[in-house]
C-alpha cells in the first residue's frame, strides 16, 4: 500500500531546506548568504484506519484533514 491519502490522494512532497549566513543588511551585515541546500521530503499526517469501501472492510491510509471531515464510514 503506498503511503497516500485514500480519500484525497495526498501524498509526500519533495523540496529543499536552505542554509543562510551571514548578518542581515538592516542589521549592518552584508547580507544573507545561501551556504548549501539539501533535498528533503515533506510528509502528510497520514493514519491507518479500517473503513468501507464498497460494503467491504479495508484498512487504508487516511490523512488527518479527511479524518475531521469524515467522508467515509468506519467498519
Request: aromatic share 6%; net charge positive; hydrophobic share 35%.
Amino acid at each position: 500500500m503506498l503511503k497516500i491519502c485514500f480519500i484525497c490522494g495526498k501524498g509526500a512532497v519533495s523540496g529543499r531546506v536552505i542554509v543562510r549566513k551571514g548578518l542581515a543588511k538592516k542589521k549592518g551585515g552584508t547580507g544573507k548568504k545561501v551556504v548549501r541546500s539539501t533535498h528533503r521530503e515533506f510528509l502528510p499526517n497520514l493514519q491507518k484506519l479500517r473503513i468501507l469501501v464498497n460494503n467491504h472492510p479495508r484498512k487504508v491510509y487516511l490523512c488527518t484533514k479527511c479524518i475531521k471531515r469524515g467522508n467515509f464510514k468506519k467498519a
